[in-house]
């Protein structure tokens, strides 16, 4: 009997790298409903002019380029880690994480496993985070989208044992506080807060241990930046893009309890770039906040004494 490879059974764990591109241990859960979308690649070079009388082509093997994107529900912020460097772990019941931009980035292995009669095991070394994307709606859960740019993917069929987390529950949309020049927004319906951390492409003409594989990308900016959509209610924001000023005062909150499970990320000046507000001749009019932040403060609360091991 012919057995297919299911989705559903796929467990993907991750682990923090000592060195980038060595292998660690892996035994996280980013969150739930993860999914991989590989974008793994060979560069073939063409060779137009082989010195032949033909018109065909011949190719030359160049660069192995690894990566592709994660997306998960998340249930925790550990995995935050990898888009803007490092925390601190303080306290218990609940411990409080406090974020630190870093100028360069920790790295992490991934292992997807595609449960079978014989496991299907790749185990991406080196993984970095080139982007990460949180959005919300009016309901379901919060996702997170992760772009990741990685050394290496081994193949093989040994997975690694770990307990599942089917107990854990995702931040939802209805859990997203947006405050905005220190006025909660009680009619949000949705947005996004994108991380672009402005990795190199790790190439680079250097003859390594293998030529065909990157080296260390390495980051050369931080930018901050997303939409806020809200029910058109008065002049508010229009008003405050009006002022072209920055806004301070301005928050996401992602709360499941107030004080023990929760994460509150503050925009250092938060600059309102449009504002606009079509007419809808069927629903209510929705306006449209597009903007971008210099740096962005980040603490979480939650159960973890640590987010670089996950214990």
Not at 154 to 160: D, L, Q, Y
Not at 176 to 192: E, M, R
Request: hydrophobic residues 35%; contains cysteine; glycine residues 8%.
């Amino acid at each position: 009997m012919v057995e297919f490879m299911l989705g559903k059974r796929e467990v993907i764990l991750y682990g923090e790298e000592s060195t980038w591109g060595t292998a660690a241990t892996r035994t996280l859960h980013l969150g739930l409903n993860t999914k991989w979308t590989p974008t793994d690649e060979v560069e073939w070079l063409e060779v137009q002019g082989a010195g032949t009388d033909t018109l065909n082509l011949v190719h030359s093997s160049g660069r192995k380029l690894v990566g592709g994107t994660l997306t998960f529900n998340p249930y925790d912020w550990a995995w935050l880690v990898y888009a803007i460097g490092s925390t601190t772990n303080t306290g218990t019941g609940p411990t409080v994480h406090t974020f630190t931009a870093q100028k360069t980035l920790p790295s992490f292995t991934m292992e997807r496993t595609i449960n079978a009669t014989t496991d299907r095991v790749r185990t991406y070394e080196g993984c970095k985070v080139k982007t990460c994307n949180i959005k919300w709606g009016k309901d379901g859960f919060v996702e997170t989208t992760m772009e990741i740019i990685a050394k290496d993917v081994p193949n093989g069929t040994s997975a690694t044992s770990v307990n599942p987390r089917s107990s854990r529950t995702p931040f939802q949309s209805r859990q997203v506080i947006f405050t905005l020049n220190n006025v909660a927004k009680a009619y949000c319906v949705g947005g996004n807060i994108n991380i672009d951390c402005r990795l190199t492409d790790g190439k680079y003409a250097y003859y390594g241990t293998d030529s065909t594989l990157i080296s260390e990308p390495e980051s050369q900016q931080r930018r901050y930046s997303g939409e806020f959509m809200l029910h058109y209610l008065n002049d508010t924001e229009f008003d405050l893009w009006e002022l072209i000023a920055a806004v301070s005062n301005t928050k996401l909150e992602f709360r499941k309890t107030a004080s023990t499970d929760n994460c509150t990320i503050t925009f250092t000046n938060f600059y309102i770039e449009s504002a606009t507000d079509p007419t809808n001749l069927e629903e209510a009019n929705i306006v449209t906040i597009k903007w971008k932040a210099d740096s962005i403060s980040v603490v979480a609360n939650d159960a973890y004494t640590d987010y670089h091991t996950g214990i």
